[in-house]
């Protein structure tokens, strides 16, 4: 009922703004017109060129809002930078959009940023894919452990079409996916050894996030699984109440977790992606040339950050290393137990999300069935 309500609540409001559109243009129309009327031949050839100019610039100027969950060092927000470059470009500087670091418009809870987003009490918002699934399960299958081999499979199942229906169920939360965004997979730190195989985990007080898949997963390695809010992650290591962590190399090299950690494995155990969403009231608010902007300018970045992350992976990596930090990759045999694990938590993960056939044809598309 309430989703009804607001989606009705949204079309009157889009129905508004359009009425609104039409009546600026009909005074403009209206005030060229008596121009026209009240000039020689000179002014008459004036306002044919501002009649032409009247429907060409069709677009009226509006300023966006988006939301980025890291800080303005993170390389979420690089991307941003350069969405919002494409967008004021394509859109011919009709659409200015202003970026917001470290989830500050809505707190810094996911849960609350993708509820604002819905209201639309915030306009455009980059987020991460497993922070989604709170709201819808089938988010979870791109975090299943080793289900992806490398960036290139999850891009390319980014943009298949099991991925695209899966990205634009957003809909249902009156949000619009512009854009899907791959992400560097996740590592593991530590303060106490190298890890190389599942054994090397037991017994280590680890930080995940506060979501079932990747705590199940965990303990199944033997690991002390502690979710804890992200804030609070380096007073944790710091006092060593935490061992370690895993995210994206980027994290720890952004958050100067080499201050408090002495080991970097390369486990690539989970990925994850972007979603790039607007809200869909107002994306239907917009000239169909500002939509059009938008979209292009969020397809376009995918590659973009693609490439961006490939290259600065290593820069991470490097930053760590040169802070005093060991790196070490999984043996193949390491490797091989993880991937057994992961497997042997189908049946669980399946459960987590929720959607038989989206589990399948992930398994498929990925050369895991």
Request: glycine content about 8%; aromatic content about 10%; overall charge negative.
């Amino acid at each position: 009922m309430f989703h009804t309500l607001w989606c009705l609540a949204a079309q009157r409001k889009g129905m508004v703004i359009k009425m609104k559109k039409c009546l600026s243009l009909v005074l403009a129309l209206a005030m060229a017109l008596t121009l026209v009327s009240c000039g020689n031949n000179n002014t008459s050839s004036s306002g044919s060129n501002a009649s032409s100019s009247g429907n060409s610039g069709s677009s009226e100027k509006v300023s966006l809002n988006v939301s980025v969950p890291d800080a303005d060092n993170s390389y979420i927000y690089a991307a941003a930078q350069e969405f919002k470059a494409r967008v004021e470009e394509y859109s011919g500087g009709s659409i200015e959009l202003t970026i917001y670091p470290n989830g500050s418009l809505y707190g810094g809870d996911g849960n609350s940023g993708v509820t604002m987003l819905s209201s639309g009490s915030l306009d455009i918002m980059i987020l991460a894919a497993s922070l989604y699934a709170s709201f819808e399960p089938g988010f979870n299958v791109i975090s299943v452990p080793y289900m992806f081999d490398d960036a290139q499979q999850l891009q390319d199942y980014l943009n298949s079409d099991t991925g695209v229906e899966l990205f634009n169920r957003v809909e249902e939360m009156g949000i619009t996916c512009l854009g899907r965004w791959t992400r560097s997979f996740r590592q593991v730190t530590n303060s106490v050894k190298p890890i190389t195989c599942p054994a090397d985990l037991e017994g280590l007080t680890l930080r995940t996030p506060n979501n079932t898949l990747y705590v199940d997963f965990f303990k199944a390695c033997g690991v002390n699984v502690t979710p804890m809010a992200f804030g609070e992650v380096y007073n944790a290591l710091q006092l060593n109440t935490l061992d370690g962590q895993e995210n994206p190399v980027d994290v720890p090299a952004t958050n100067n977790f080499y201050e408090v950690q002495s080991y970097i494995s390369g486990t690539n155990h989970m990925a994850d992606a972007w979603v790039v969403g607007i809200n869909s009231a107002k994306l239907q608010s917009l000239s169909q040339e500002q939509q059009d902007a938008l979209t292009k300018a969020a397809e376009e970045c995918q590659q973009w950050y693609v490439d961006y992350q490939a290259s600065t992976d290593a820069d991470m990596l490097k930053l760590l290393t040169d802070n005093g930090m060991q790196y070490n990759d999984l043996t193949e045999e390491g490797k091989a137990e993880f991937v057994a694990i992961s497997q042997s938590l189908y049946d669980n993960f399946r459960t987590i999300v929720d959607d038989d056939a989206l589990f399948d044809a992930t398994l498929e598309f990925c050369g895991k069935a």
